[in-house]
């Protein structure tokens, strides 16, 4: 498996950890990437998001998620 399969993994299995009505905290980097693509799948579920930093925010923008 790769290093990228691995990061999708832990991106999605993190998804079990956000309530349905909550903001969430984004941070920076490579796997928080793939946790942005997988929240991109219950954003409809979530109140929004809080960035870090500036490519965090387009990224989550680009899903389609509010930023708060």
């Given at each position: 498996m790769t290093q990228d399969e691995l990061k999708?993994?832990?991106?999605?299995?993190?998804?079990?950890?956000?309530?349905?009505?909550?903001?969430?905290?984004?941070?920076?980097?490579?796997?928080?990437?793939?946790?942005?693509?997988a929240l991109a799948s219950m954003k409809d579920r979530i109140d929004g998001a809080v960035s870090s930093s500036e490519k965090s925010t387009q990224r989550l923008q680009a899903h389609g998620i509010t930023v708060l």
């Open positions: 999708a993994m832990v991106g999605a299995a993190a998804l079990e950890h956000v309530p349905r009505g909550t903001v969430v905290g984004v941070g920076t980097g490579s796997t928080v990437n793939r946790f942005i693509d």
